[in-house]
């Protein structure tokens, strides 16, 4: 860290921080880079989904207003087959919430147990797989049913297949992995094909093991077209065809609060599912569908929509790694990763400099993800993992939200050597 | 039954009722009594919720199509409070069904708890109380939970008061009780204001014990206004403020599959809920709430809008009343209710027919709710009871369906008396 810089003029360098800090903090600045919330122009971007609402028939004749269809509109179930890489009878298209998918399909196996697997609210004990850094909300719902968290290891191919297969080899207890399997949340990276096959052809001592498929950003790329293998396919190769819930989303492809969420799985599953569900909705919103697939079309017209967010967001997450390499990346004291999709640009101080950098950034008026919120229980062991989001701020904020950052990762760790 | 009739006559009857039957047969219907689903017409009402959607920002500033918002637009909360009488940080807007927010509060209630109590997952047995006949999805779900239901008889004014406070007194195992108090499924009745502060003031031994009341008819009135004793302020007066969970939808005001509904509780129960959906979602479709809130404005609002439901709906209702009166006033082998709103009447074979009229009704082409649907475990035990289900089919439809319906009493009823 800081190679070639004396005390004296590390000390100078603090004081030049510092007043840049102290500058920062007179602004009285406003900055939310907290969430990865799609921003003001992404939104528009949909708005025609709600023009020309002329009539409400689906291909099918469906009234889309009125009651019925537990596993949503034939013709959405067909867009979320394309972009999921199976058959419309392995899809449920349901309301707005991936997330509440998640939760859903957890609720669901601790009261009335999957496929005739004993209920997992009957068990002593419950416990979870979870490469880390991850996404905050799986490990919350973890954590909210005291399924016991087991921190996985990631590395630029996904998640530590020799922990993993380990660990779910012998202990009947570990009921599921949380999986961002295309540019992960937040670190970007993509699951390499042998970690997907290694996830597929496992053995696992539970036999309710279930993947959790969170494949928010299938679709996400910034740059070309990133591809992998089909998990269910993989696991259908491998006699393990029940094995995996696949979650997607349009959350971040038309509205990040009004889009149309799906789950896809194998017959099996989709069966058990919807004689559960049968008895908790009538069904999903189906305008809501309905008006999503006269807008896209089809894959090709969700692709070609897709490029529009990308331009919008290659320029903000440039704009972010240009401004970490213009002011820390000769004093190698931090590193982060360079994404070619998703939401997140995940960043590592120095050991235990996290909590802090995050918490002289919102004293500058700059929120960011709590640090630690990437670790189960909310707790990094290292306390260095920060989730950088691009997306929300315009980006004349965002640089300046960027420059803040720097300037307070400079800040703790200049205290720290000091 | 059949007063004057001597045996010739009745096999006569007989004769000639067979003979209507067959040749009703021969016309290869299709019609469909079963559901309580609003029509094509009733629906049309509505689409004016989507023209015009010329932005999707709130009053408060609210971006409708992004993240956020866990308990639902503050407009689309003042609405609700409005229609139910509470006050809007009594309510939670959500998505589509209010099916499935009662379904999460008896899953949240099994996996958590309620406001801190024992998870029911935890319980050798829960309980509930079912008044009889009532709704046969509220049945289902204590079904699929395994949650033993009691049956309490009802009468003009709701429930058995006696029998409710006698059980909910002494068995701490009872956690709940379904109440459909406007326009009762299927009955029609109104609870009487007695039966209400009877509810608000019991003493429950399970301090977990909750009101489950899902007014799906509060407004849906076919004549008069028909008002009833506010059960949330009658819980406070009491001192059991937080006894009732109360659910409303739009579901047959607006879009019965795309509506908009909503929990409303004590604040007590309000922050408990929402600390616990905080984890399951972000929010719910908030484009929804706004696009209903612009088109409905205020209570008064939704209160001209009921009253078109109501011009399409009455003269069915009347159709129907009509021509069981006609085929069936004098005969004395049956008796139906007469409701002043609500979407059911509720029909009364002799003992053990039920069953049997709406097999033969389906075998000539008309299909109406299952016999015994309207009691726990869908067992009636007297098998007598079916719900008549009016609204879907269009009035020539309902007519000839009635006139079937008729003749399949009669045809039953003189087979067991032959």
Same mark, same amino acid.
């Given at each position: 860290m800081y190679e070639g810089f004396n005390r004296e003029k590390l000390k100078q360098r603090k004081q030049d921080i510092e007043n840049k800090y102290n500058n920062y903090k007179l602004q009285n600045l406003k900055l939310d880079m907290s969430r990865g919330k799609p921003s003001w122009d992404q939104l528009n971007l !949909?708005?025609?989904? @709600?023009?020309? %609402? #002329? /009539?409400?028939? !689906? /291909? &099918? &004749? %469906? /009234? !889309?207003?009125? @009651? =019925?269809?537990l596993d949503g509109l034939l013709e959405m179930r067909k867009l979320f087959a394309q972009i999921i890489g199976v058959s419309p009878d392995e899809v449920i298209a349901g309301d707005s919430s991936s997330l509440n998918m998640m939760y859903d399909a957890i609720s669901r196996a601790f009261n009335h147990g999957i496929? &005739?697997?004993?209920?997992?609210?009957? +068990?002593?004990k419950v416990k979870f797989l979870c490469p880390s850094p991850g996404y905050d909300r799986h490990f919350a719902i973890c954590e909210l049913f005291k399924i016991e968290m087991i921190t996985i290891p990631m590395d630029n191919n996904g998640p530590d297949m020799d922990m993993v297969e380990a660990i779910v080899g012998e202990d009947d207890s570990v009921k599921g992995i949380w999986c961002n399997p295309m540019y992960s949340n937040p670190t970007g990276i993509i699951y390499s094909d042998e970690v997907i096959e290694r996830l597929a052809v496992m053995k696992t001592k539970a036999k309710d093991f279930r993947i959790f498929w969170d494949n928010a950003y299938a679709l996400h790329h910034l740059y070309e077209e990133n591809t992998q293998l089909n998990i269910l396919n993989e696991c259908k190769k491998a006699g393990n065809e029940d094995r995996v819930f696949m979650f997607y989303s349009t959350a971040k492809i038309s509205?990040? =609060?009004a889009g149309v969420a799906a789950i896809a799985a194998s017959k099996g599953n989709i069966e058990n599912i919807k004689k559960l569900i049968s008895i908790q909705t009538i069904g999903p919103n189906k305008i809501n569908q309905l008006l999503h697939v006269r807008f896209f079309k089809d894959l090709e017209g969700v692709k070609a929509h897709m490029k529009k967010h990308a331009e919008i967001l290659r320029p903000k997450f440039e704009a972010v790694l240009y401004i970490l390499d213009k002011n +820390? =990346?000769? +004093?190698?004291?931090a590193k982060w990763t360079n994404p070619k999709g998703g939401y997140f640009i995940s960043f590592d101080t120095p050991k235990g400099c996290a909590k802090e950098v995050v918490a002289k950034a919102k004293e500058a008026g700059v929120s960011f993800t709590?640090?630690?919120?990437? @670790?189960p229980y909310g707790i /990094?062991? #290292? #306390?260095k993992n920060i989730r950088i989001a691009p997306s929300y701020p315009q980006i004349e904020e965002l640089k300046k939200a960027m420059e803040i950052f720097c300037i307070c990762v400079e800040l703790v760790v200049l205290q720290k050597l000091l």
């Open positions: !949909s708005n025609g989904i @709600y023009e020309n %609402v #002329d /009539d409400f028939i !689906s /291909d &099918g &004749g %469906v /009234d !889309s207003r009125n @009651y =019925g269809i496929m &005739g697997n004993e209920p997992w609210c009957k +068990l002593d509205f990040a =609060g +820390l =990346g000769n +004093l190698n004291i709590n640090a630690g919120a990437t @670790y /990094d062991p #290292d #306390d």
